[in-house]
């Protein structure tokens, strides 16, 4: 789609006076960062994150593809620390101008199992990046499951969420109000692994096989709940293992990062600057950036439809299943279509946020 625009922007600048061949050009980036802005306008989102270095690079890219009108960011319980995950995203969205509530868990609303608290500490330092020192921190006074319903219960429309930490906030907003699932357009998840490896170890049994991903093991009761959902209408897309290990975030990509000088690639460079030695040795992923690609790009993923159940018990906690005794089936994207170049695409959104002009 994307390329027969740009082809068609070629044969019509043939012929035209510089003037109009760049105005003809400018629209044409417009629509490559907005091929998924229809006649409806900008889409209202929700991101639900948990406040790891690739929650914020998928934070950028939303903002960068100028595709959604953010209503509300939640923090859950995941990988980041709650109030640093809060502050670190009021902070970058007022660096990008954006005046869009934050919102931290309920302390007391968690998963029944736990990030390493090694990977935990590798979010901390994102609030002292020298770029967001002197900018407004407004977070909401709501907690994150009373800001979803009150997003959601004021919405003129559906909104679309998309959650890239594990969903205990999530279900606790359809427990409690299972009325606003109506008003859900879609809900994209990153999580779980389907026939790839997950990223679970068992420390006394580190050769074993892991068959769960971090995001579905923190919560598994949650994970399974929103899943089981489908039954009563949510449409539910999962972005699992089996797409961000094709997304691994390199040196090389990361040289292109530096080397363009954009505000979004100089925000996106210090966050990334917390994970910079796993970059080096090839063990950072784009897990949440994947996500994004599956909203806004779904033409570079491929997806099959399956009734998924996630294990909430025994050595298998947190790892999904095929059950076809569920009648309903999710979205489920099982790697990257040929010709698709993600990182491209990216690191176009990085680079396209906007800048707060004070
Ligand atoms: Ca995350």
Same mark, same amino acid.
Request: hydrophobic content about 20%; glycine content about 28%.
């Given at each position: 789609m994307v390329r027969h625009r740009l082809r068609f922007a070629k044969v019509v600048a043939k012929g035209m006076r510089p003037r109009t061949w760049l105005v003809s050009a400018l629209v044409t980036v417009v629509l490559v960062l907005n091929s998924c802005v229809d006649e409806r306008g900008l889409i209202p989102l929700i991101l639900d994150h948990d406040g790891a270095p690739d929650d914020y690079i998928a934070l950028l890219m939303l903002a960068g593809s100028r595709c959604c009108d953010l209503r509300g960011v939640t923090v859950s319980y $995941? !990988? $980041?620390y709650r109030d640093s995950a809060v502050e670190t995203s009021a902070l970058l969205l007022d660096a990008m101008g954006l005046d869009v509530p934050v919102a931290g868990h309920? =302390?007391? !609303? @968690? $998963? @029944?199992n736990s990030f390493p608290e090694t990977w935990r500490d590798s979010s901390f330092h994102l609030r002292t990046l020298p770029m967001l020192q002197g900018l407004d921190v407004r977070s909401d006074p709501h907690d994150a499951v009373a800001l979803l319903v009150d997003v959601l219960e004021n919405a003129e429309q559906p909104v679309t969420v998309l959650a890239t930490g594990p969903l205990t906030n999530i279900s606790a907003v359809f427990d409690r109000r299972p009325d606003l699932l109506g008003k859900v357009q879609r809900l994209v998840v990153m999580g779980g692994a389907l026939r790839v490896p997950g990223n679970v170890r068992d420390p006394e049994e580190p050769e074993a096989l892991a068959t769960a991903e971090y995001n579905f093991f923190v919560d598994p009761v949650g994970a399974d709940r929103v899943i089981a959902m489908a039954a009563q209408g949510l449409d539910i897309t999962i972005v699992p293992m089996d797409v961000t290990n094709e997304l691994p975030l390199n040196q090389a990509w990361l040289d292109r990062l530096k080397r363009n000088s954009s505000y979004g690639a100089r925000l996106a460079t210090g966050i990334l600057g917390a994970v910079e030695h796993l970059i080096q040795t090839g063990r950072y992923y784009l897990w949440d950036g994947a996500a994004v690609l599956a909203l806004w790009? =779904?033409? $570079?993923l491929r997806f099959e439809k399956k009734s998924l159940r996630v294990m909430t018990t025994g050595s298998e906690e947190g790892r999904i299943r095929t059950d076809d005794s569920r009648a309903a089936s999710v979205k489920i994207a099982t790697g990257i279509s040929e010709q698709a170049q993600p990182m491209d695409r990216i690191l176009d959104w990085v680079t396209n946020v906007p800048e707060r002009r004070n």
């Open positions: $995941g !990988l $980041g309920d =302390p007391a !609303l @968690r $998963g @029944r790009h =779904p033409e $570079g």
